[in-house]
């Protein structure tokens, strides 16, 4: 019995060591993925010292570090994301990531309202400025995120036509379709290069390219990128050549561009009807009538009448 009661308390002992050693241990990968991860393992900056750091990351980065909270607490719910979307559709400039907008959402809303301080002093109209200085600032990246973005979208709108060519002579002339997606992303400059670059890179890591387009008619608003998305992923399903229907889609955005450059200058007059009244009339009328309006008032005023 008390050969037992030792061999119970030795086997208890051995499970509780090998679940103290399970919950302090961490599970670090080995061989192949140790190497991958030691090689994909960016540095901290609060593992290098504060001197040899940039100015950047020692002045800028912990400001919008501790202001992204109260970006993200004052921002409605789906602003993120809504961030995210437009950051996609201005092609994800260098530096510009959801969590930096937000605390610089945040720095503005503090600056603006210090600003107004400045500005107003402790009044009624200073309280005023520091609202709207606040509120302008805070919503002031998203405007400039938006607007990049619609800068993008009509430059793919012009470049897609010249890219669809390219891309229509490459596969006809015999080469596959992601090498031809190669050519035209390594020749042709612009937004429509790097989204093409970007499609071939989610092909090579495994995405179907049906998937990946479709990602790409996600990340823009043009009517002409999305027929063109649609065209291909259905010719994509049903087996159809690829050629034949890449032929017919570079017609048709040759087409659509023209027409839409047309409908531009079909504009123009109506929008130059409001710079001619206010500037160029004005002007006008000093120049013809005013020398009449002061012969008259010098009549008027020298008693000849």
Known sequence: MAWLVFAVTLVCLALGVLVYVAATSRSEPTGVARSLAIVERRID???????ELGARDRLLVPILHRTRN?????SPSGATQRLARLLDEAGNPSGWTTESLMGAKGAGLIGGFLLGLLIGGFSLRGLI???????????LPDLLVYNMGLRRQ??????LADALDMLTVCVEAGQGFNAALMQVARSVRGPVAGEFARVLSEIQIGRSRADAFAAMGERTKVPEIRTFVSA??????LGLPIANVLREQAKEMRVARRQHAEEKAQKVPVKIIFPVLLCIFPSIFVVILGPAVIRIIGVFFSGDL
């Open 129 to 139: 400025w520091c609202l709207v200085l606040a509120a302008g600032i805070f919503f």
């Open 45 to 51: 900056r609060h593992e290098v010292a504060r001197n």
């Open 232 to 237: 291909l992923v259905q010719a994509d399903r």
């Open 154 to 159: 009509e430059e793919m709108r012009r470049g």
């Open 70 to 74: 109260l970006g993200e607490r004052l």
